[in-house]
């Protein structure tokens, strides 16, 4: 759901500034009914008229991108990094459903269908996500147990669907460990393994719900299927 005036100005008929006014002017009806009320929020399949026109309903598209290193999870950047919008080829106004870092790899949808990034978003929605992350050193049995149980952090217990250690380099000291976490606080993956004493060297998002990008190289995106989307939504609680 978003802000009226946005989705009036982001639909190329006016400015936000100017659809605020026609707003309050009472010159807006979404389904029907006059609309006065600057923060109503309203859906892609609302039927927003302004001044007597019918505004085009915006046609939602679906991405799932395999982001490579250094690109940055947002529709834009101060500092002119390139952005995962940037590795996309659409004239719709899409955006990333939720960040992966500037380091880590792999999968992110994006989309310009705001209600189902809330879905997908949302902790109670619990969407599984699966993360390969090679640690700084070898995972201590100890440490396995205590993250299968859970983490606190900042105060709010971590608690992993599933943890598996993939590999065990005694010779060089490494790990690399599989974790299936299902919220979204920003570097959630660093920070568990941060609280236990590790540092996570490379990480990658290998899955996302029922997604995944085995067979994708890094950089490469896909459209999702309409039964995606429908699958997506279906994670909705
Ligand atoms: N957790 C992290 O620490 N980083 C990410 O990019 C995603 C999850």
Known sequence: MERLQKVI??????????????????????NGELVTELGTKVSGNDDIVVNGVHLEKEEYVYFLLNKPRSVICSVSDEHNRVTVTDLISTN???YPVGRLDYDTTGLIILTNDGELANILMHPSN??????????????????????EKGVMVD???????????????????YSIVEITITEGRNHIVKRVFKELGYLVDKLSRVSYGFLDISKMKSG???????????KLYDYKY
């Open 92 to 94: 719709k106004r899409i």
């Open 220 to 230: 490469d995106y896909r459209e999702l299927s309409i039964k995606e989307v429908k």
């Open 126 to 147: 619990g969407v599984p996500k699966k993360y390969v992350a090679k640690l700084n050193k070898c995972l201590a049995i100890n440490d396995l147990k205590t993250l």
């Open 155 to 173: 105060g709010v217990l971590c608690k992993p669907t599933r943890v598996k250690i993939k590999k065990n380099d005694t010779d060089k000291d």
């Open 9 to 30: 100005a982001a639909s190329g008929y006016t400015s936000r500034r100017k659809a605020e006014e026609l707003i309050k002017a009472g010159k807006v009806y979404v």
